[in-house]
């Protein structure tokens, strides 16, 4: 009974050991958690078949609809744009970290862009229920108030043209317009670009 306790300790700290290793050489960080049309993305882990072709359009900009398949180890080096009800949500930028082709709609989505609806224009394209960012939404919101949110990340740049953030392999961009109020915000995750 003792050695089987002694294995089963060394095993489960052998677990953790390469658990933190895993953690560690993946750049580590917090995944975002991201609101899109009311559909959750968590940045290196949804694909962008949660956004179904039933419900939203997909674009990519000269190419139409994203019918073709990925190979493994690849990422897509531009964005697809989504829309809804003919309003744009975001720019959807993704990969495919596994071995075997993926489906463009199911590859993985490492960065998300979008702008903020612009409420002096009528003829503003971009969606009035915004993006929410960990639960926030930067709509209407100035450079002190996005510093209060990301307190808890490592500051990049502070200027007043944008804001950026770290933490571990994911990164924040807050652009900001000519009064200091949030226009545009990219979130992306850290991938090896050496992929095809």
């Not at 060394?10 to 750049?27: E, K, P, V």
């Not at 995944?31 to 359009?57: C, M, Q, R, S």
């Not at 993926?102 to 960065?111: G, L, N, P, Q, S």
Request: charged share 25%; proline share 3%.
């Amino acid at each position: 009974m003792r050695q089987m306790k002694k294995g089963l300790t060394r095993l489960i700290l052998a677990t953790m050991m390469t658990l933190s290793l895993c953690a560690c050489s993946s750049g580590g960080g917090t995944a975002p958690i991201l609101t899109v049309a009311g559909k959750e993305v968590i940045l290196g882990d949804t694909g962008a078949n949660v956004f179904p072709l039933t419900e939203f359009e997909m674009t990519i900009p000269g190419e139409g609809l994203p019918i073709g398949k990925m190979p493994g180890k690849s990422w897509l080096s531009t964005f697809m744009s989504l829309k809804k009800d003919g309003s744009s949500y975001a720019y959807l930028y993704v990969y495919n970290p596994g071995r075997e082709e993926e489906v463009v709609t199911f590859a993985t989505i490492y960065k998300l862009s979008f702008t903020m609806h612009t409420e002096d224009s009528e003829s503003s394209h971009w969606a009035e229920d915004n993006v929410l960012v960990n639960g926030v939404n930067y709509f209407g919101m100035d450079a002190n108030g996005v510093k209060e949110t990301m307190t808890q990340f490592k500051a990049l740049s502070e200027d007043d043209d944008y804001l950026s953030y770290k933490d571990g392999k994911y990164t924040y961009r807050f652009d900001l317009d000519d009064n200091g109020i949030v226009e545009e915000v990219e979130v992306e995750m850290k991938i090896d670009k050496s992929y095809h």
